[in-house]
């Protein structure tokens, strides 16, 4: 079976702290996104990285900036956190092809005071 | 630039009754289109997908869906549900040649009554 896991289930931070979220995947898969999860609004794309090294901006990655050293591990970075970032954010990842299936990680809820 | 309406926000059925959810999506091709759903306090789980052939799709737990292209749409479907269907249901698209990107829509939330 596929695992994508998250580093955190819950978070709390304070405004202006920077904050790293981790997910780690262990089916060799190219390609890792991240998303958050707002209420009404679905899942909207971060980021995602299709290589090591390699990142790609989504539909909303102001405030946003990711990390992807290693093919398994894909890291969310919160520079300077802001109350407008609390939310739901998933991880998934899959292989490059249209048709194929994104695996999704359990989630971190983030709460930014 | 694609997208994926789902009209139903919450929908209440009671245990034992069938289920539509509906999903409509915007795009030129011919799409994949993915239906997740996402139990309390958990990930996505992939419930089915469509990406060619039979245009009615077989999933896991029961469900199906169909793609009409004549209508821009994918409803999934459930001819009875279970209390454990609880959840919140995404619909998803994607475009071919686009690096697996997934379009969601806004997703639908199922309460089941007893």
């Known amino acids: 079976d596929v695992k994508v896991t998250q580093s955190s289930r819950y978070l709390v931070k304070r405004t202006g702290e920077k904050v790293f979220l981790e997910c780690v995947q262990d089916?060799?898969?190219?390609?890792m996104f991240w998303y958050r999860q707002d209420p009404g609004l679905g899942l909207r794309l971060i980021y995602f990285?299709?290589?090591?090294?390699?990142?790609e901006k989504g539909d909303i990655p102001e405030g946003y900036s990711v990390s992807r050293e290693k093919k398994e591990r894909f890291s969310l970075i919160l520079e300077s956190a802001s109350t407008n970032q609390t939310s739901m954010y998933l991880c998934?990842?899959?292989?490059?092809?249209?048709?194929?299936?994104?695996?999704f990680g359990p989630g971190t809820r983030l709460l930014v005071l | 630039a694609q997208s994926v309406t789902q009209p139903d926000i919450h929908i209440t059925v009671s245990e034992g009754a069938s289920l539509e959810l509906r999903c409509n999506y915007s795009?030129?091709?011919?799409?994949?289109l993915f239906w997740y759903v996402q139990s309390p306090g958990q990930g996505l789980q992939l419930l089915l997908k469509?990406?060619?052939?039979?245009?009615l799709v077989q999933g896991i737990k029961g469900f199906e869906a169909e793609f009409k292209r004549s209508q821009s749409s994918f409803n999934l479907r459930k001819p009875s549900v279970h209390w454990s269907d609880a959840a919140e249901y995404f619909c998803?698209?994607?475009?071919?040649?686009?690096?697996?990107?997934?379009?969601f829509g806004g997703g639908t939330r199922l309460m089941v009554k007893p």
């Open positions: 469509y990406f060619s052939g039979d245009t």
């Open positions: 089916m060799d898969h190219e390609n």
């Open positions: 998934a990842s899959s292989f490059p092809e249209g048709s194929e299936t994104q695996y």
């Open positions: 795009y030129g091709a011919t799409p994949y």
């Open positions: 990285s299709y290589d090591v090294k390699m990142k």
């Open positions: 998803a698209v994607a475009e071919d040649n686009a690096g697996n990107m997934l379009t």
